[in-house]
């Protein structure tokens, strides 16, 4: 399959090249994370971390969207890092983020330990934040495959409770193409057992390629 990701990587998006981006994302995860599960402070504390907060971001000029490097149309392989967006993205704090290695067979496979911040119904993972992963792992395989396309329908089946705190296996693979519509197909596995499986029924772009 086409070029491998790193090369195109070194030439489109190094995050190596962006250590001040990518730091201040971690920071972010790490805070949010404290933030949303601490019972040692106090709500004085609290607030007062908030107003030191407050300054933080004064700070900071904000934009309207996330900087971004889109990610290129393949055929590429290898491991995808994303910049921007809220799976993959290392600059975006809301991203695990997800690493995805697209195989040279033309299937894709990541792996992420969900925060606490997506705890769904029985101390398990939230139901749409694994359907956010899978449409999004999914999408990224097309787009490496060389396919420009948009979820169309996603039907997800929660086969058993997707535990927190624990490696989330997630592959993917494309089913079947009929003209502009690819099925592609999803699973999540934990501990070797599958908790959710889904299927993607994308729309590939009728003109050039989105960014
Ligand atoms: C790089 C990072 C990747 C991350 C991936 C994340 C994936 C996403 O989140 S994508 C965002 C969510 N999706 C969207 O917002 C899509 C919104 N919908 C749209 O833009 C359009 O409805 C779109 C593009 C899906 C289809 O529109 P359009 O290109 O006009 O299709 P259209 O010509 O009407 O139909 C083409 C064929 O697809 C079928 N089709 C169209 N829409 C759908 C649909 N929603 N579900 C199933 N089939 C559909 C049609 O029936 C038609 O089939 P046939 O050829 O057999 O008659």
């Known amino acids: ?16 090249g962006h250590p001040g981006r990518v ?10 994370r404290a933030v949303a599960t601490t019972t040692a402070a106090t709500d004085d504390e609290l607030g007062e971390v908030a107003g030191r907060l407050r300054q933080i971001t004064a700070g900071i000029v904000a934009g309207d969207r996330c900087v971004r490097y889109p990610l290129p149309t393949g055929p590429f392989s ?26 040279p067979d033309g299937t894709a496979a990541g792996v992420l330990t969900p925060s606490p911040l997506f705890e769904g119904p029985g101390g398990a993972v939230h139901g749409g934040y694994t359907a956010f992963l899978v ?11 060389g396919i420009s396309a948009l979820t169309g ?4 089946r929660y086969l058993a409770l997707t535990p927190l705190a624990r490696p989330l ?42 960014g």
């Open 78 to 103: 290898g491991r995808v890092l994303g910049s921007g967006d809220p799976v993959f993205g290392m600059f975006n704090p809301v991203a695990g983020p997800l690493v995805v290695t697209i195989e």
């Open 135 to 145: 449409d999004a792992v999914m999408g990224t395989l097309l787009r490496a495959l």
């Open 153 to 156: 329908t996603l039907s997800v």
């Open 169 to 210: 296996h997630l592959s993917a693979w494309v089913e079947s193409t009929d003209g502009r519509k690819v099925t592609a197909a999803a699973r999540i596995t934990v501990d070797g057992r599958p908790t959710v499986t889904a299927t993607g029924l994308f729309i590939a772009a009728a003109g050039p390629a989105q």
């Open 23 to 32: 730091a201040v994302a971690e920071a972010v995860r790490e805070l949010m």
């Open 1 to 16: 399959m086409g070029q491998d990701w790193t090369q195109l990587e070194r030439a489109l998006f190094d995050p190596a």
